[in-house]
């Protein structure tokens, strides 16, 4: 009898903090979620004796178990999904620099006078835009046509400022 006792008490303290928890709560926005949130602790309370007359409370357990573990390799695969494509990310602007510097490498071999260049790949890592700004007129046109005649780029894809 003191077993259901406590049980009555518990259910009732526990109402009354609910209530007063949803008195005191922020915004209209939030307490659908604390109503929600509130309605599971709360049946959960209410099934806990029954639960455990029937012996279903490592069941329960082991479910809310299962629930959390599958949410953390879910969160792990997301994880693991940004930090790939954060890698490639990291590995196409080495490639566009490596390429830059190459450029610059060829520039210098035939005298021409380049400011800067900049390179854009594509996601296949292909060139997409070779940005070509000349110190001296001229320079920028040769070694553009250098770049397209040894790597096949189209003209278009190569522009001289």
Same mark, same amino acid.
């Not at 009732?12 to 109503?35: C, H, P, Q, W």
């Not at 940004?82 to 830059?100: D, G, I, K, N």
């Given at each position: 009898?003191?077993?259901?006792?406590?049980?009555?008490?518990?259910?009732?303290?526990?109402?009354?903090?609910?209530?007063?928890?949803?008195?005191?709560?922020?915004?209209?926005?939030?307490?659908?979620?604390?109503?929600?949130?509130?309605?599971?602790?709360?049946?959960?309370?209410?099934?806990?004796?029954?639960?455990?007359?029937?012996?279903?409370?490592?069941?329960?357990?082991?479910?809310?178990?299962?629930?959390?573990?599958?949410?953390?390799?879910?969160?792990? !695969?997301?994880?693991?999904?940004?930090?790939?494509?954060?890698?490639?990310?990291?590995?196409?602007?080495?490639?566009?620099?490596?390429?830059?510097?190459?450029?610059?490498?060829?520039?210098?071999?035939?005298?021409? !006078?380049?400011?800067?260049?900049?390179?854009?790949?594509?996601?296949?890592?292909?060139?997409? !835009?070779?940005?070509?700004?000349?110190?001296?007129?001229?320079?920028?046109?040769?070694?553009?046509?250098?770049?397209?005649?040894?790597?096949?780029?189209?003209?278009?894809?190569?522009?001289?400022?």
């Amino acid at each position: 009898m003191q077993t259901f006792v406590d049980w009555i008490r518990s259910v009732l303290i526990l109402y009354f903090l609910m209530m007063i928890v949803l008195y005191f709560s922020a915004g209209e926005s939030y307490k659908k979620f604390i109503r929600f949130f509130m309605g599971l602790v709360f049946a959960l309370t209410i099934l806990a004796p029954l639960l455990r007359l029937l012996g279903q409370t490592d069941a329960l357990r082991e479910g809310i178990s299962y629930e959390h573990f599958r949410q953390n390799m879910e969160e792990a !695969q997301l994880d693991f999904s940004h930090m790939e494509q954060t890698e490639a990310e990291v590995y196409r602007r080495h490639y566009e620099r490596a390429l830059e510097e190459q450029f610059r490498e060829i520039a210098a071999e035939r005298l021409l !006078q380049i400011k800067s260049i900049t390179v854009m790949l594509d996601n296949n890592y292909e060139p997409q !835009q070779v940005r070509i700004e000349e110190t001296l007129k001229g320079d920028g046109e040769v070694l553009r046509d250098y770049l397209c005649e040894v790597y096949g780029l189209e003209k278009g894809q190569v522009v001289v400022e």
